[in-house]
């Protein structure tokens, strides 16, 4: 059972920065990582992912502006988001699966592995 536990919320005006951190129990470099967000009524949304192989994905509304990377040597994924906006206003949740699982749709997939999340706020 892989437990994450993410940190590096806060609240930031518009265009600001924030980097959040997830770290699992265990080594990470089976694990396909992704990060998603939930609004208030809204549905969850993948925002990012990569893979140890080197796949990277991201949802269209943040590209150029959150970049995903992670580091297996300490079981650790991140997200830079720069450049924020009041609409990335959300709890932010950091997920996990192995990677033959998740590699066909990562930012769509259903994750076995979550975090308790996050949360980010951006005022304008």
């Known amino acids: 059972q892989v437990q994450l536990v993410e940190s590096g919320g806060g609240s930031v005006q518009s265009g600001g920065s924030l980097r959040l951190s997830c770290t699992a129990s265990?080594?990470?470099?089976?694990?396909?990582m992704a990060w998603f967000r939930q609004a208030p009524g809204k549905e969850r949304e993948g925002v990012a992912s990569s893979s140890s192989q080197g796949d990277i994905f991201y949802a269209d509304s943040v590209k150029g502006r959150f970049t995903i990377s992670r580091d297996d040597a300490k079981n650790t994924a991140y997200l830079q988001m720069d450049n924020l906006k009041p609409e990335d206003t959300a709890m932010y949740y950091c997920?996990?699966?192995?990677?033959?699982?998740?590699?066909?749709?990562?930012?769509?997939?259903?994750?076995?592995?979550w975090g308790q999340g996050t949360q980010v706020t951006v005022s304008s």
């Open positions: 997920a996990a699966d192995f990677y033959w699982r998740a590699r066909l749709s990562p930012l769509r997939y259903q994750y076995t592995y």
């Open positions: 265990e080594s990470n470099s089976r694990y396909y």
